[in-house]
């Protein structure tokens, strides 16, 4: 029962923490523990609650990392990698490897809880209706991460104030009964806005720490397989974004590809995603660190120094070719790897994780889940032409593109919203796709192939463009457990990971992960749940 003690010890472990952690980085103690701003019977300032939990999401990250991506292809062990990380690189995991311990994940949905309860959405006119809105985003963002991880969803919407009420009989929820549940709950704050009153800290911005509702419910709608609702949500933040001018994914971090003579010169600016301050053209969400307020980022020595890229994801770039807009396509590596990786040092670190902030959740994410959903919602040629962009495909025009005057609002990209044009309506720049931002030639269908094939390859080609794009960011094994789910088909996860092993000259371990990981039951960390859980 050792994993029903860990349960049990999250959650009263988030008893103590809305005392410790009233507020975020920079906040003074005054300004957060004054009597008039309290709320309710149980005395939660709705600005202490919400950064409280956002100063424990800080606390996640390494987890986040690990299990998103050491469990995958793209992410290997190397000589200065403790047990725990060889164990959850080797699908071994004991009861007691801390990256599988749900304490800090679960304290943080029972602080949402107490805030939620606390916070009263009908008192002062329902001002703190963005509170609210805010923290239950942030739970459901946290109870998503139990249920990619571990395949069920101990379900608790009240806060545990003593051990005496983990003994009431609670919900146990399976992977398509907690989606929609956290469909259901998200309809309750729809059309309320995050909060936007709250200051930054330390340059840090508090509206970009809390997830986005369109983009929460595109993710949700995605795993149970709504494929239109999900793209109709990703499209929905995508259109609201490119309206209020802040149009993700323009020529800001592009590569230019330049022609001399017979030889062609890059220059990339995709870098500038990773730097030392946040990109905000790009990144949507992070979470932000100090040395002086709250915890610093104990996970980068770990994510940078005991995890390396795997020979698999290196080989993948290299097996790209470069394009130029209208030119055919040449041999040439993936011009994202010199900005993800340091290939000439011998463990390969990761060179995408900085040191004040960790991003995880950005505009190439949510144009690739946007192009997962329509594809499989029937539309694999509008899904290549996001994935490619409509400025580096030889063979059409960019004004004949499949994303224009589309009758479904939620396929169809509005020229003169996301493009600039010239004096013949024709795009000449704006959108340019996430191979064609970083020079990548445009890949496509096979000749003559069948609409249900035709889908297939091209989810399978968004599968693999996430891998070169989305890199070590925590991503990769929630879309491997995505595509084979969908597709009831193990060997999509099994195969990758285990070529991992294969490209590191480990055959033995390639072959029993690849084994063990052809039983979807082996995709989730064990979780012994007490009896008073009860499955619907």
């Given at each position: 029962?050792?994993?029903?003690?860990?349960?049990?010890?999250?959650?009263?472990?988030?008893?103590?923490?809305?005392?410790?952690?009233?507020?975020?980085?920079?906040?003074?103690?005054?300004?957060?523990?004054?009597?008039?701003?309290?709320?309710?019977?149980?005395?939660?300032?709705?600005r202490?609650?919400?950064?409280?939990?956002?100063?424990?999401?800080?606390?996640?990250?390494?987890?986040?990392?690990?299990?998103?991506?050491?469990?995958?292809?793209?992410?290997?062990?190397?000589?200065?990698?403790?047990?725990?990380?060889?164990?959850?690189?080797?699908?071994?995991?004991?009861?007691?490897?801390?990256?599988?311990?749900?304490?800090?994940?679960?304290?943080?949905?029972?602080?949402?809880?107490?805030?939620?309860?606390?916070?009263?959405?009908?008192?002062?006119?329902?001002?703190?209706?963005?509170?609210?809105?805010?923290?239950?985003?942030?739970r459901?963002?946290?109870?998503?991460?139990?249920?990619?991880?571990?395949?069920?969803?101990?379900?608790?919407?009240?806060?545990?104030?003593?051990?005496?009420?983990?003994?009431?009989t609670y919900?146990?929820?399976?992977?398509?009964?907690?989606?929609?549940?956290?469909?259901?709950?998200?309809?309750?704050?729809?059309g309320?806005?995050?909060?936007?009153?709250?200051?930054?800290?330390?340059?840090?911005?508090?509206?970009?720490?809390?997830?986005?509702?369109?983009?929460?419910?595109?993710?949700l709608?995605?795993?149970?397989?709504?494929?239109?609702?999900?793209?109709?949500?990703?499209?929905?933040?995508?259109?609201?974004?490119?309206?209020?001018?802040?149009?993700?994914?323009?020529g800001?971090?592009?590569?230019?590809?330049?022609?001399?003579?017979?030889?062609?010169?890059?220059?990339?600016?995709?870098?500038?995603?990773?730097?030392?301050?946040?990109?905000?053209?790009?990144?949507?969400?992070?979470?932000?660190?100090?040395?002086?307020?709250?915890?610093?980022?104990?996970?980068?020595?770990?994510?940078?120094d005991?995890?390396?890229?795997?020979?698999?994801?290196?080989?993948?770039?290299?097996?790209?070719?470069?394009?130029?807009e209208?030119?055919?396509?040449?041999?040439?590596?993936?011009?994202?790897?010199?900005?993800?990786?340091?290939?000439?040092?011998?463990?390969?670190?990761?060179?995408?994780?900085?040191?004040?902030?960790?991003?995880?959740?950005?505009?190439?994410?949510?144009?690739?889940?946007?192009?997962?959903?329509?594809?499989?919602a029937?539309?694999?040629?509008?899904?290549?032409?996001?994935?490619?962009?409509?400025?580096?495909?030889?063979?059409?025009?960019?004004?004949?593109?499949?994303?224009?005057?589309?009758?479904?609002?939620?396929?169809?990209?509005?020229?003169?919203?996301?493009?600039?044009?010239?004096?013949?309506?024709?795009?000449?720049?704006?959108?340019?796709?996430?191979?064609?931002?970083?020079?990548?030639?445009?890949?496509?269908?096979?000749?003559?192939?069948?609409?249900?094939?035709?889908?297939?390859?091209?989810?399978?080609?968004?599968?693999?463009?996430?891998?070169?794009?989305?890199?070590?960011?925590?991503?990769?094994?929630?879309?491997?457990?995505?595509?084979?789910?969908?597709?009831?088909?193990?060997?999509?996860?099994?195969?990758?990971?285990?070529?991992?092993?294969?490209?590191?000259?480990?055959?033995?371990?390639?072959?029993?992960?690849?084994?063990?990981?052809?039983?979807?039951?082996?995709?989730?960390?064990p979780?012994?749940?007490?009896?008073?859980?009860?499955?619907?």
């Amino acid at each position: 029962m050792k994993q029903y003690r860990n349960i049990t010890f999250s959650i009263l472990f988030g008893l103590t923490l809305l005392t410790s952690c009233e507020s975020l980085l920079e906040v003074e103690p005054e300004e957060v523990l004054l009597a008039e701003d309290y709320l309710g019977d149980d005395q939660i300032d709705a600005r202490s609650a919400l950064f409280g939990v956002l100063s424990q999401l800080q606390g996640v990250v390494g987890q986040y990392v690990v299990l998103g991506e050491l469990r995958a292809d793209l992410v290997n062990v190397n000589a200065n990698s403790i047990d725990e990380l060889q164990e959850v690189n080797n699908h071994n995991i004991s009861e007691d490897n801390s990256y599988a311990d749900l304490t800090t994940m679960f304290s943080i949905i029972n602080n949402c809880n107490f805030a939620l309860e606390g916070i009263d959405t009908d008192a002062y006119e329902n001002q703190l209706l963005d509170d609210y809105a805010s923290i239950l985003r942030i739970r459901t963002w946290a109870q998503m991460q139990i249920l990619i991880n571990y395949g069920k969803l101990p379900y608790i919407t009240k806060p545990i104030r003593t051990s005496d009420e983990l003994d009431d009989t609670y919900p146990l929820l399976s992977v398509d009964q907690a989606l929609d549940q956290l469909i259901s709950n998200l309809a309750e704050v729809e059309g309320v806005e995050n909060v936007t009153k709250y200051a930054g800290s330390l340059g840090f911005s508090i509206f970009d720490m809390i997830p986005d509702q369109d983009i929460l419910l595109g993710d949700l709608h995605l795993w149970k397989g709504n494929n239109t609702l999900a793209a109709t949500r990703y499209k929905a933040f995508l259109d609201k974004e490119a309206l209020q001018g802040v149009l993700y994914l323009s020529g800001s971090n592009s590569v230019t590809v330049t022609k001399s003579g017979e030889s062609y010169s890059w220059v990339s600016r995709w870098l500038n995603i990773f730097g030392e301050t946040v990109r905000t053209s790009e990144v949507i969400n992070y979470v932000g660190f100090s040395e002086q307020y709250r915890q610093p980022n104990n996970s980068f020595t770990v994510v940078t120094d005991q995890l390396s890229a795997s020979l698999s994801i290196i080989y993948n770039w290299a097996d790209q070719s470069v394009g130029f807009e209208g030119e055919p396509k040449i041999e040439g590596i993936d011009t994202r790897v010199s900005s993800s990786v340091d290939a000439f040092s011998d463990l390969l670190p990761i060179k995408k994780y900085q040191y004040d902030y960790f991003t995880w959740n950005r505009a190439a994410k949510v144009y690739l889940r946007y192009a997962e959903a329509i594809n499989y919602a029937g539309h694999p040629e509008q899904a290549l032409a996001i994935l490619n962009g409509i400025f580096n495909n030889p063979d059409v025009d960019p004004v004949d593109a499949p994303i224009f005057e589309n009758g479904e609002a939620y396929l169809n990209f509005d020229i003169n919203t996301y493009y600039a044009t010239n004096s013949s309506d024709e795009p000449i720049s704006g959108y340019l796709g996430v191979r064609g931002r970083v020079g990548m030639a445009p890949v496509g269908l096979d000749i003559d192939v069948t609409s249900a094939s035709a889908i297939e390859q091209v989810g399978a080609l968004i599968l693999n463009e996430a891998a070169l794009e989305l890199a070590f960011e925590g991503n990769r094994w929630e879309d491997l457990v995505r595509f084979s789910r969908r597709s009831n088909d193990p060997t999509i996860l099994a195969n990758a990971v285990a070529n991992k092993f294969v490209t590191a000259g480990e055959s033995g371990a390639a072959a029993t992960v690849g084994q063990k990981l052809l039983n979807p039951e082996n995709w989730y960390l064990p979780l012994s749940i007490p009896d008073n859980f009860v499955s619907q």
